[in-house]
């Protein structure tokens, strides 16, 4: 029996969730841009880089934070800030810059906007898979949702386009990113409209690797090769300074989360501190005959669960254990055995005239 409503359920995706299909991780493209500078593919950036890594893990050091591993978001934001220079807000508080930093970067920092566009166009090349039948698990997403008999919110933290593609081969159904016919991004599309039959909202939280701002405007195209930088915010930590839909994605994932019954997240390893705060808030609002709100897939093969859900709850900052429920497994596994009704209702009791 299906006992779920409409928005009950609330479903976000992080990087694990595309691992598998051969994407790799945040931290995996730091490890592959480490591996082409020791094989001197990126030498140029050899000692730039060594700085910026070495410089970002001592300021974790200053704050009591030993053993943080680099990731692109990190990297590219800091490159980002960098690239600012003197029209950084601060700057006027800075007797000067780092010797080194001018050393290693020339007056104009040439070398901090050569090194970003470097990695932003090989981050195209990483995210972007010649075959998208290794994505073909999603398409227990859409079977869900299918079962359900409701519209379903997915809220992706990936730039890839694995959902996507996957909903492509179901010519009957209508995946909304938020776009009109003239491929202009509004966000009155994720409004309920009874005149469009949709079956998944998709909020891509940190942008699409085929997104583009022309003329001021977001937009998409077909042919991510011919994208110079795609419309991509590195992490949520720099988001809410920005305008839409970034704005409006945070505004519309806290609503969702403090509306649902459940909230399931595949392949997130909680390293975004805003994302956890609106988590955290929803929660703490669980009603008392749930018997959980947050179901956790993560796959961290040498770690115990009981370890993993420590981590989880000192990133959540809640003491509460009974609030999440864990699952230690690949993606495609979860999507498998446990993304269904039947299994979904064993922490969802029968309504008794709430909801």
Known sequence: MNNFREDDILILIGAGCSKEAGIPTSIDMVKEIE???SKGEWKDYKELYHFLKSSILYADGLQGKYGEELNIERLVNTLSELEKKEEHPIYPFIGS???KIMELCGHNFEKIRDFKSKILK???EWITLDDYSKASYYQKIIAFELSLGYPLRVFSLNYDLCLEKTFTQEQTLYLERGFNASRNWEWQKFEKNENIPVNIYLYKMHGSIDWEIK???LTFSDEISKIQEPSLIFGTNYKL??????????Y???KYCLEAKLIITIGYGYGDEHINSIIAQAIRKKEDN?????????FEENKKDSELEEIVCEKLKIKDKSLIVLKNMKAS????SELNIEKLSEYFPMRNGFG
């Open 35 to 37: 591996e082409n500078i």
């Open 97 to 99: 810059w780092n010797s």
């Open 122 to 124: 090989q981050l195209k």
């Open 215 to 217: 003329d001021e405007i």
């Open 241 to 250: 300074q920005y305008v839409d839909p970034y704005l409006f994605f945070a």
């Open 252 to 254: 519309e994932l806290r």
């Open 290 to 298: 749930l018997k959980a709100k947050l179901i956790i897939n993560i």
């Open 333 to 336: 596994e979860f999507l498998k």
